[in-house]
């Protein structure tokens, strides 16, 4: 069955640093990339999506995330966080041949930025 | 953005009773629906989809007959916990795509489910 790894369960930071969350998955076929945000007590919000074309996607909040075929990743970064990036982070995936919006996700990394 | 409601946020029931929880898309029509499953730190697991005007599509080893599923309208899809056990205790979550915009889905603020 098609998977999503992401690497990290928890993630700390202080205030400026920069941040790089991995994410990877099994399938081999076409698919379309996701990052989802869920700050506490909030429900998810898309940060950003890849579905073709360039590579490298910006999200919102200074988010971007590179998608590498190679290496079936499609790791989300931001070179500096804030406080207010506190959240756990999912990278889901579709792919084809499933319904196309039938959503697979990996387990979440909880990102605590210290101010 | 497109506005998906659940209700209610947290709900906690004895063991062996009913739990009816509602999601709403606010502001758009949805003719598909998706039902999460969230466990402490681990991921959203999809448990099935909801079809208006047809019967619901579930994954595999979630049990049919335990939840139930009704998409009673475009806007609202409804997941009934049945003879609930402590074991069903978790997070619910619905989303729905809007149409005409491929592959992305607005997420439910989720339900909390706590069976004693």
């Known amino acids: 069955a098609q998977s999503v790894s992401q690497h990290n369960h928890h993630v700390i930071l202080s205030e400026a640093a920069s941040l790089e969350l991995g994410c990877n998955y099994s399938?081999?076929?076409?698919?379309?990339l996701f990052w989802y945000v869920q700050y506490p007590g909030q429900h998810l919000q898309l940060l950003l999506k890849?579905?073709?074309?360039?590579?490298l996607v910006k999200g919102i909040k200074g988010f971007e995330a590179e998608f590498i075929k190679s290496k079936f990743s499609f790791n989300l970064r931001k070179p500096s966080v804030q406080w207010s990036d506190t959240a756990e982070y999912f990278c889901?995936?579709?792919?084809?041949?499933?319904?196309?919006?039938?959503?697979?996700f990996g387990k979440g990394t909880k990102l605590s930025v210290i101010p | 953005g497109a506005v998906v409601s659940q209700h209610p946020s947290r709900v906690i029931c004895k063991s062996g009773t009913s739990v009816k929880i509602e999601c709403r898309s606010l502001d758009f029509q949805a003719t598909t629906m998706f039902w999460y499953r969230q466990f402490p730190k681990k991921s959203l697991m999809l448990m099935a989809t909801?079809?208006?005007?047809?019967?619901?599509?579930?994954e595999q080893g979630v049990e049919k007959d335990k939840f139930l599923i009704n998409h009673a309208s475009l806007t609202l899809s409804t997941l009934t916990v049945t003879s609930a056990h402590p074991e069903d205790s978790s997070f619910y979550i619905c989303s729905a795509p809007v149409a005409g915009v491929a592959d992305t889905q607005y997420f439910g603020p989720g339900t909390r489910l706590t069976v004693l």
């Open positions: 399938y081999g076929g076409t698919v379309n």
């Open positions: 890849y579905f073709s074309g360039d590579p």
């Open positions: 889901a995936v579709t792919y084809s041949g499933a319904g196309s919006y039938q959503l697979t």
């Open positions: 909801s079809n208006e005007g047809s019967k619901a599509t579930y």
